[in-house]
């Protein structure tokens, strides 16, 4: 069974820019949730959705939002983006808020 | 004050000893979760548990709910263990109480 797959796994923007990462959760896996790591924070929770439907959502400002397909997957966006937005956005699948299956994570770096 | 709280923070210990690494939180939980996540930033979950105590291999995790406290242990440590040991909560009130809340994590070395 093929894993969580997080695309791309590094990226590079400028100050400004928006960003779309994605995510394949595990076949059968419902439930997607987002997170950012950053050293200072640590790991926070960004979005959680079910079945197309966002279940919660961290704190986190308007910039950051996300989407779930009918097919699971989930893409998460931040538009015009700033300098603390440089982290590793990790994303998880689960059956439903059970053990979570964590992707390889999305390096995202904002000069 | 956060809502995880891990200790310790750093952990040095020599291979074959005995790791115990803490986990408190403040909130009602429906769950903790117990992570590992090794230098490159992949995560794997080792635990989910609401109550009482389970074990995979050399790896124990128990929670008391009443105190409110979890502990990590690792018997007979290797080297392969050095990670960062990271602990998570999902609280039980509504909204978005039920989202993970995570320790700081607690970097892990094993010296051969």
């Known amino acids: 069974k093929a894993g969580v797959t997080q695309t791309p796994r590094y990226l590079i923007k400028t100050r400004g820019q928006q960003v779309t990462l994605s995510c394949s959760p595990i076949?059968?896996?419902?439930?997607v949730s987002w997170y950012q790591q950053t050293p200072g924070q640590g790991l926070q929770f960004l979005f959680e959705?079910?079945?197309?439907?966002?279940?919660n959502k961290g704190n986190f400002p308007g910039r950051f939002s996300g989407r779930q397909f009918s097919n699971s997957r989930s893409e998460m966006n931040v538009s015009t983006l700033e300098l603390g937005d440089s982290a590793l956005y990790l994303c998880?699948?689960?059956?439903?808020?059970?053990?979570?299956?964590f992707g390889a994570g999305t390096r995202l770096s904002v000069l | 004050k956060n809502e995880v709280e891990q200790s310790p923070q750093n952990l040095t210990a020599q291979e074959g000893e005995f790791i115990t690494i803490n986990c408190s939180y403040s909130?009602?939980?429906?769950?903790l979760h117990w992570l590992q996540q090794h230098p490159g930033g992949g995560i794997v979950s080792l635990f989910m548990l609401s109550s009482g105590k389970k074990k995979h291999g050399r790896l124990i995790a128990t929670i008391n709910i009443q105190e409110k406290h979890s502990s990590l242990h690792i018997t007979a440590s290797h080297p392969r263990d050095s990670a960062v040991y990271i602990c998570?909560?999902?609280?039980?009130?509504?909204?978005?109480?039920?989202?993970?809340?995570f320790g700081s994590g607690t970097q892990l070395t094993v010296l051969p």
């Open positions: 998570a909560v999902r609280g039980i009130s509504s909204g978005s109480a039920r989202q993970l809340t």
């Open positions: 998880a699948s689960s059956l439903d808020r059970n053990i979570q299956y």
């Open positions: 959705y079910f079945s197309e439907t966002q279940r």
């Open positions: 909130v009602g939980i429906s769950a």
């Open positions: 076949s059968g896996h419902r439930s």
